[in-house]
């Protein structure tokens, strides 16, 4: 059983690595439209807020890279979902062969 939950476990994994070497250009943040009058929606513009090296950064951005950005704030948000699931597995991964390594020993 535990041998098969590996071996599945290992899958999923390789798979992950192959989703992340797929991903392009990326950014962390999230992209906003503002108003400079938001009673009325006037005057509207984007802007990308972030963290980077623990320091809060925000930066205005043209409406012609609107959709770039988009883009890339969603791959940056996949690449992260990956890299959670990846942890996640490995350390199921390593618990599980802990296991099989003390249930043998004790045999």
């Given at each position: 059983m535990a041998d098969s939950r590996l071996?599945?476990?290992?899958?999923?994994?390789?798979?992950?690595k192959r989703q992340l070497q797929e991903i392009g250009e990326m950014r962390p943040g999230s992209l906003?439209?503002?108003y400079r009058k938001p009673n009325d929606k006037q005057w509207g513009f984007y802007q990308l807020s972030y963290t980077?090296?623990?320091?809060?950064?925000?930066?205005?951005v043209r409406p012609q890279h609107i959709a770039d950005l988009k883009a890339q704030v969603k791959a940056y948000?996949?690449?992260?979902s990956l890299v959670e699931t990846?942890?996640?597995?490995?350390i199921?991964?390593?618990?599980?062969k802990i296991n099989l390594a003390n249930r043998k020993?004790?045999?």
């Open positions: 071996g599945n476990i290992e899958k999923q994994i390789e798979r992950i906003t439209k503002q980077y090296k623990m320091k809060s950064k925000t930066e205005y948000k996949k690449f992260r990846w942890v996640a597995l490995a199921e991964h390593s618990k599980l020993h004790l045999k």
